[in-house]
């Protein structure tokens, strides 16, 4: 199957709407065409200029939603006051794209060359201005809902930055929910779980110093691509003897460089990679495994190591109570059989930050076969559209009631 195939194949499943109220119905031709919009003028981060220009318009369109931009650069937040006094929850969606070069060959295709919306943000962008603009028409709930449109997900923790810059203290919710898409899940499906549900993510980098020398006289210098090579091996250790088997980890090296001349022996090579793991004593543990395999391989091959250790994003971590709340919520529009179980995964989600903050819950909402995500053939399924509008419908319907 080519990847337009496979594009096509996802556009034309047509999952249940059971539960889904005609009024939400309504409006997912309008949200499709905001969700192909936003696909064709990808941004990537904290360059989402246009795309927080897009988002900010329509929220104002809305009327009654007080919007505020500029939070952490491109972020936009918007504020909707309920019919009297009731809980502050925040619903957050990611906005931006990334650095893919698209190949779909769909009418709605990138524009901008080597940007792609490859992760569906444009679908979570478009839902949640679905559900603001259909809470907005009728107000029917208590409290406040603060749409929170973040940037920078992928890579650069715009989530942190928001909050660095004042996000819960200028806009305090009592709880917050964020969703992605999953390509594999059953197109319109939903799936929670309790407890760490994404991986925490961090970065190593590992300079082996050496002596260079002449190629022919090994003796005379000390080689570190040797060396890096035992480091290498050696860092696989960490998973397969060092980690408790019934804990999650992932060492990877994910780059080695090293070496100009083929007929000479360099004085240093670097190594990278990635650590993912759902513990803090599990991050400790590979952190300084990483840092001590790499040092005295080094010594003991008469070279030297220098590690430097970057924690990225932690675990995302759901809340027990906010996730029975939002899998309650998804019971009242969805048939059962389409509410499951999200199983814990190895990739990472800068909604985490949010998690460490406030209660909340992260979950998924199948967008069927196809490609993967990050895949350059990829595209957001526009079928289930009102299945996310519903969902953030729902949730404040049942927490603001
Ligand atoms: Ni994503």
Known sequence: MSSNDLAQATQDQTPAVTGIAEAILAQVEEVTNWRRHLHAHPETAFEEVNTARFIAEKLRSFGGIEVHEGIAGTGVVGV???????PSIGLRADIDALDITEATNLPWASTIPGKMHACGHDGHTAMLLGAAKYLAARRRFKGRVVFIFQPAEENEGGARVMIEEGLFERFPVDKVFGLHNRPGLAAGSMAFAPGPVMAGYDLFHIRVMGKGGHAAKPNLAIDPIVISSHVVLGLQSIVSRLAD????????????????????????????????????????????AIKRIAQTTAEA?????????EHRYPPTVNDPAATTDARNAALAVFDAQAVGVMLPGTGSEDFAFMLEKKPGSYCLLGVGDGPSVHNPAYDFNDAVLPHGMAYWVALVDSLCS
């Open 80 to 86: 909707l006051e309920g019919d009297g006094s009731g």
């Open 245 to 288: 088997p019934a804990k999650a980890l992932v060492v990877s090296c994910t780059q080695i460089n090293g070496g100009e001349a083929i007929n000479a022996i360099p004085g240093s090579v670097t190594i990278a990679g990635t650590v993912r793991c759902f513990e803090p004593e599990v991050q400790a543990m590979a952190e300084a």
């Open 301 to 309: 091959h008469g070279g030297e190591a220098q590690v430097t250790y």
